[in-house]
């Protein structure tokens, strides 16, 4: 198994938290709320904010400017608009989100320094086809392909998790709500997309964001 990204996850939540507590939407609970038994989230519409995570997913977006085609040395569409039709033909929400994650996974994992010399990039998917990427790169290029199949932004997260049995190490999952009662996970690291409910007590979730919201999770 690839090395797996550290920075993805703060390396203190509670120091993230009280980041993120003044600018909290206090009633305002992750739509992915339930995902992990046993935790709460917090949400916030507010992108003003110098986190990493933040900094990190708002750079990505501008860059990815709503899907403008690219093609160069670091990005590229092609074989883009394929995947879309094949993902929209897959069938029902959960066929297409498995169908997705398979596409994605077939990518190799590469670290960002040696990908970017960078220890921390998070790549749009047109760089994700181009070059491939690490962990945060797998979940987004999953959230962005599903988004093009019309899978709405409040349906799904891209997830800073800690994995429990490799000593907390940060990884990042995307989730996509099936329905109120089911949430499916999709991680690079198998190509199966796995119920929620089956990893979470090997998946400590910290931070989740989406195009609508971003959220810290927290022992409830």
Known sequence: MATLSRSVVPALAFTFLALFAPVADADSPSPLASMFPGTKSVASSNWDTNTGTIKNWRAMLERWADGKPCQS????TEGWAAMVAEVKAAGDLVSQVKHANALINKHPYKEDIKNWEQTDYWATPYEFLKKSGDTEDFAIAKYFLLRA???PATNMQVVAVRIKSLGGIGHAILAVRIDDAR???LDNRTPAALDSKLVAGELQPAIGINEANWCVYLPN
């Open 73 to 76: 040395d670091v990005c590229t």
């Open 149 to 151: 199949a019309g899978v």
């Open 183 to 185: 949430v499916l996970v």
